[in-house]
DNA sequence: GACATCCGAGAGAGCGCTCTCACGAGTCGC
DNA sequence: GCGACTCGTGAGAGCGCTCTCTCGGATGTC
């Protein structure tokens, strides 16, 4: 004589309870086509009534899947968290598309220095199906890492040097180019820019389709100060931009809220915007639209970056092939400040 | 004869290649001490050498374990969640409190309508340990039925009503009586508020402040227009309070995005800040010190709230006792505003 | 020197599930 | 009417781990 169930039914229960098999009853609960409707019905009634639930430890030990994905964010990422909308913007998408799927969300904040090993062990432990990696870092190691270990990796943002896995990108270039001939287009000669961190690809490529963009001015020469993406870095770069030119009449900068930054310094010291200094950013946050003046800007999809990021990493999951990388439009979006 | 180990080592790999048994190299790998130094030592290298990491489901299925917590952000949260920097902050808070005790953070966004169920199905399917829940909801029943699937929850901020779960929140109302208190003593007699949505605690302990406050002035009478905590309600209702009292000479905005909205307004509309009108604020996220003027503002510990709620969970989740509220105290960051 | 004690290590069960394989009963063809 | 199928179902192995129980040998006690 069997004892009542104590804890939390398992299929055997739901087995005894409906009169089939635990098989049948597996059956009924991962969607077997083949079960007999009336007894599909009767397992059903059961699990519903019994409020069964599987047990996902004890499925992924057997089928060797985890149904969940990592979301690695490097320190980098982690640092500029609370004031930058591009992390929780891509965790968005991330997660929307992930949800949609039924597949879990583990995040992984990289923030100390034994971040890295951890990360590995957790993925060599296989808890995750996947990963995305959030990196932004230049010679980053990790994604090589992750792919060695087996593990399907799909990272936000090509890496510096050969990419080895796949990844989804925008176009950054493109974009800083078309604000370039709208500054020309407006009339500005002596054009700067605030540069990002030049270990970071997304750095490099705005700085260099700045440099392209100049080349529509001939004879204008680069006029670069280097930022890190923060406001901060924007305000002194454009001080340190005004006392090597104090003529500049345009400014390029490589983030929102550097052009931000560049803005407040313009403001406090007596340059009007953009009467005097047109300046575009890159990003198109949220707070763009709240700058003072609003702010130009180039604008990149950031949460469709988070939705495509988990589609490829579901689709390699899954055993698809998937393209070596999927680069994401940019364009110009024109507000007040230039 | 047994066949060389194929895919990723086993326990029983590693004992083999140790010369031991399955249990004892589990031993080792869970530190007990009562394994021979050089038994262990062996074990150890053999681990090294086959890079074997255990496997959590099977681990979990035996121990009833996940070491892992889940993160639950409501609806509104996400909604918010592109231009606050408070759930960023909690986010990393709880990310870096859980690293350090070796747990893993499993976030689940609460963005659609389905979501409720299926957050429940995921809980007692008993994925995670625990359950932190960043609720700021009114009546959400979550917590409650969370309570009784049986897992440990702990929330972020009071519930409305009764509290039937642990949670941690701030001195909202005695940090906004500071505020007040620093407005009168500024000589301010017209002392308007922009409220948050009355639906949630923080709302309505704010304003509740803000009326305490006004205590301190005999014959004031209360201005109130309510807010979402975003920018554009801040820019909204202090349109609407000027429309209403043209006289206002001070203003508490129940957080720093809509203060900074009453600022924008307030410039707009030509009134000197803080020599017309003293604003103060609601959190210190990093974004108030770039406001015009920077802004004076409640000090809440977002990061602090965080580390406290992974705390919090995890004695819980061992078992012990844990108190019923902890209330982090807040105070004034006065900056230029006011 | 005989017996109790203790400590380190192995054998084995079992966590809850999936999945292959086998089997019995019905269906069809010739 | 008999062999060949098909189809729904059950039996049973086994995923990789932990943990209890047991046991052999070393140590201690008188």
């Given at each position: 004589?069997?004892?009542?169930?104590?804890?939390?039914?398992?299929l055997?229960?739901?087995?005894?309870?409906?009169?089939?098999?635990?098989?049948?009853?597996?059956?009924?609960?991962?969607?077997?086509?083949?079960?007999?409707?009336?007894?599909?019905?009767?397992?059903?009634?059961?699990?519903?009534?019994?409020g069964?639930?599987?047990?996902?430890?004890?499925?992924?030990?057997?089928?060797?899947?985890?149904?969940?994905?990592?979301?690695?964010?490097?320190?980098?990422?982690?640092?500029v968290?609370?004031?930058?909308?591009?992390?929780?913007?891509?965790?968005?998408?991330?997660?929307?598309?992930?949800?949609?799927?039924?597949?879990?969300?583990v995040?992984?904040?990289?923030?100390?220095?034994?971040?890295?090993?951890?990360?590995?062990?957790?993925v060599?432990?296989?808890?995750?199906?996947?990963?995305?990696?959030?990196?932004?870092?230049?010679?980053?190691?990790?994604?090589?890492?992750?792919?060695?270990?087996?593990?399907?990796?799909?990272?936000?943002?090509?890496?510096?040097?050969?990419?080895?896995?796949?990844?989804?990108?925008?176009?950054?270039?493109?974009?800083?180019?078309?604000?370039?001939?709208?500054?020309?287009?407006?009339?500005?000669?002596?054009?700067?820019?605030?540069?990002?961190?030049?270990?970071?690809?997304?750095?490099?490529?705005?700085?260099?389709?700045?440099?392209?963009?100049?080349?529509?001015?001939?004879?204008?020469?680069?006029?670069?100060?280097?930022?890190?993406?923060?406001?901060?870095?924007?305000?002194?770069?454009?001080?340190r931009?005004?006392?090597?030119?104090?003529?500049?009449?345009?400014?390029?900068?490589?983030?929102d809220?550097?052009?931000?930054?560049?803005?407040?310094?313009?403001?406090?010291?007596?340059?009007?915007?953009?009467?005097?200094?047109?300046?575009?950013?890159?990003?198109?946050?949220?707070?763009?639209?709240?700058?003072?003046?609003?702010?130009?800007?180039?604008?990149?999809?950031i949460?469709e970056?988070?939705?495509?990021?988990?589609?490829?990493?579901?689709?390699?999951?899954?055993?698809e092939?998937?393209?070596?990388s999927?680069?994401?439009?940019?364009?110009?979006?024109?507000?007040?400040?230039?």
């Open positions: 004589m069997n004892e009542t169930p104590a804890g939390r039914p398992t055997e229960t739901v087995a005894r309870a409906a009169g089939a098999s635990r098989a049948t009853v597996s059956r009924v609960v991962n969607g077997s086509t083949t079960v007999r409707p009336d007894v599909a019905e009767s397992i059903r009634r059961a699990i519903a009534d019994l069964y639930v599987p047990n996902p430890a004890a499925r992924s030990l057997v089928t060797q899947r985890t149904d969940s994905i990592a979301l690695i964010l490097p320190e980098s990422a982690t640092r968290f609370s004031d930058d909308a591009f992390f929780p913007g891509v965790i968005r998408g991330v997660g929307e598309a992930l949800e949609k799927a039924d597949k879990q969300l995040l992984l904040l990289a923030s100390t220095r034994s971040s890295h090993d951890r990360i590995l062990r957790y060599h432990g296989r808890t995750v199906d996947g990963v995305v990696l959030a990196s932004m870092h230049g010679a980053d190691t990790l994604p090589e890492e992750l792919r060695a270990a087996g593990v399907p990796v799909v990272t936000s943002g090509r890496p510096l040097g050969e990419a080895t896995v796949p990844y989804i990108d925008v176009e950054h270039a493109s974009g800083v180019e078309a604000a370039m001939r709208h500054l020309v287009g407006l009339g500005r000669r002596r054009i700067a820019t605030i540069s990002g961190p030049q270990d970071m690809v997304a750095g490099r490529e705005r700085l260099a389709g700045y440099l392209a963009g100049l080349a529509a001015l001939p004879g204008a020469t680069p006029l670069v100060e280097e930022g890190d993406f923060m406001r901060q870095s924007g305000m002194d770069a454009m001080e931009l005004l006392e090597r030119d104090p003529d500049i009449d345009g400014v390029f900068a490589a983030s809220l550097m052009a931000d930054g560049a803005l407040r310094t313009l403001r406090r010291l007596g340059r009007r915007v953009p009467d005097d200094v047109a300046v575009i950013g890159f990003d198109d946050v949220e707070a763009a639209r709240f700058t003072d003046p609003p702010l130009t800007t180039v604008h990149q999809p949460h970056i988070g939705t495509r990021l988990a589609e490829q990493i579901l689709r390699l999951v899954a055993g092939e998937v393209e070596a999927v680069v994401l439009p940019t364009h110009l979006v024109v507000r007040e400040s230039a």
